[in-house]
Nanobody, 122 residues
Framework: VQLQASGGGLVQAGGSLRLSCATT????????MGWFRQGPGKEREFVAR????????SYADSVKGRFTISRDNAKSTVYLQMNSLKYEDTAAYYC????????????????WGQGTQVTVSS
């Protein structure tokens, strides 16, 4: 499966962005999907995940209440709505697909997109 992330950009603190991750290849609805991010000089970290059906979601504590993950299985796309953005949200954001695990660990994901840069100015 191939993943293509988009929607990043430059935004002021307090603003919003919506990231999209379009997939092609095998059946999208068979994958659990996740968003991760990697800031400058930092390790890649979990942001949010969504179960195959879309009914179960979870978030990192740092984004809970501000970010919302969703998916449209008919469009084979997963989204990350980011509100109330903070300077510390600045990072490259990656979408990922997991065929067999429900995990917050990056190593458990099978496929990755190329990343989209989010820069929040203070």
């Amino acid at each position: 499966v191939q993943l293509q992330a988009s929607g990043g950009g430059l935004v002021q603190a307090g603003g919003s962005l919506r990231l999209s991750c379009a997939t092609t290849g095998r059946t999208f609805s068979s994958y659990n999907m996740g968003w991760f991010r990697q800031g400058p000089g930092k390790e890649r970290e979990f942001v949010a995940r969504i179960f195959r059906s879309g009914e179960v979601k979870s978030y990192a504590d740092s984004v809970k209440g501000r970010f919302t993950i969703s998916r449209d299985n008919a469009k084979s796309t997963v989204y990350l709505q980011m509100n109330s953005l903070k300077y510390e949200d600045t990072a490259a954001y990656y979408c990922a697909a997991a065929s067999a695990t429900w995990s917050t660990r990056s190593g458990d994901y099978d496929y990755w997109g190329q990343g989209t840069q989010v820069t929040v100015s203070s």
